[in-house]
């Protein structure tokens, strides 16, 4: 059975960090591209960090800098590290995974809340 569980949302204030996991199973976990993406009230789903297989990373323009995407392939396990938060990140966080010839896979999200 595929599953991809987050963790790790919160309500932190503006400045702080939060680690984000997705823990996964039921797929070969290397093989995928991981990506966390996120959705704000009102707001379209949009990308926010994608891991490629072979180690190439790519972020959103507005996270450059502040966010951190890593992935343990022993562990079937992506991590999102966001620092310097801001109120403007405040959405629910999407683990997703993709391959060629599979089925697009997603977890049922994490909130994430950036407040005072």
């Known amino acids: 059975q595929v599953q991809l569980v987050e963790s790790g949302g919160g309500l932190v204030q503006p400045g702080g960090s939060l680690r984000l996991s997705c823990t996964t199973s039921g797929f070969t976990f290397s093989t995928y591209v991981m990506s966390w993406f996120r959705q704000a009230p009102g707001k379209e789903r949009e990308s926010v960090a994608i891991s490629y297989l072979g180690g190439v990373v790519n972020y959103r323009d507005s996270v450059k800098g502040r966010f951190t995407i890593s992935r343990d392939n022993f562990q079937n396990t992506l991590y999102l590290q966001m620092n310097t938060l801001k109120p403007e990140d405040t959405a629910v966080y999407y683990c997703?995974?993709?391959?060629?010839?599979?089925?697009?896979?997603w977890g049922q999200g994490t909130l994430v809340t950036v407040s005072s």
């Open positions: 997703n995974a993709k391959a060629f010839g599979k089925p697009e896979l």
